[in-house]
């Protein structure tokens, strides 16, 4: 059945709770995109203490109904207003989409299967898997793209004070620095974003990733997130790690021919991530849609006035 929708907000506003691998999302329907949401209210809705609590807000919308999605309404029904923990926007989130997946299947919106998501970084394909014969959900699979190598020269992160690394500069409509330490407690607590030089490597902020190797093509990641702290998972990153790692051992899908995969662990699951020849990254993992409820009015008027 389709979740109710943002007609009547004195009625208070409708939302769900979903994750992929422990990166975890409100979920606002806002089909014909009548909703306010500043920066602010975004945070507050993100707070694990005084709101619902999540690593960003995934927003519903129809593409047609939103400006910047309205060119690829002939391909994509659906946009994902994606939108990070501390209110900031971001391109692309490879764990929101997968989500954001299950949710347009769970409420009739989608034909399980194959379907198009528009996002800020364009046009993303995701297949949503039926479920297993013991009734388990199928796992939800995207096509992210290829992705951008820029020059990662002199590229280094350090945390806590502690001796820079360098680190692989990997673009997955979204940046991220690659950084392969010894062991993830290297990462320390992860409390402040690390720091990340040069500067002008990247003017719009980054996502950290941390890497240790657990076997053949299998790695264990930590994430710093730009605009959410430490979380359980990034889909991106787990893609921009499986990049830099392939590379680094030798694998290069469009000059060898052949695809490959990699397991990334994360300290919320498992994703498994395939290079192809012609350079999509495809990623496959759960996604979860759990909860679902409404959002007072007055909670969300305070919040909606807080630009
Ligand atoms: N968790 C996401 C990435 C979300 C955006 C990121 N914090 C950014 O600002 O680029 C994922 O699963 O990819």
Known sequence: MTHAQHDD??????????????????????????????????????????????????????????????????????????????????????????????????????????????????????????????????????????????????????VDGRAPRPARNVNMGNPHAVVFVDGLDEAGDLFRPPLVTPPAAYPDGVNVEFVVDRGPRHVALRVHERGSGETRSCGTGACAVMVAAARRDGHDPAADGVPVTYTVDVPGGRLVITEHPDGRITMAGPAVVLARGTIDAGWWRAGAGAH
């Open 9 to 158: 907000p004195d009625g208070g506003v409708p939302f769900l709770k979903g994750h992929g691998t422990e990166n975890d999302f409100v979920i606002l329907p806002d089909h014909e995109g009548r909703l306010d949401l500043p920066a602010a209210l975004v945070a507050r809705l993100c707070d694990r203490r005084a709101g619902i609590g999540g690593d960003g807000v995934l927003r519903v919308v129809r593409s047609a109904a939103h400006p910047e999605a309205a060119p690829m309404a002939d391909r994509a029904e659906w946009f994902m207003d994606y939108r990070n923990a501390d209110g900031s926007v971001a391109e692309m989130c490879g764990n929101g989409v997968r989500v954001f997946a299950r949710h347009l299947v769970d409420e009739g919106l989608a034909e399980p299967g194959d379907l198009a998501v528009a996002t800020r970084a364009g046009v993303r394909r995701v297949h949503v898997a039926g479920p297993g014969p013991d009734g388990t959900p199928g796992d939800v699979t995207v096509d992210m793209g290829r992705a951008v190598l820029p020059d990662s020269t002199g590229v280094e992160v350090s």
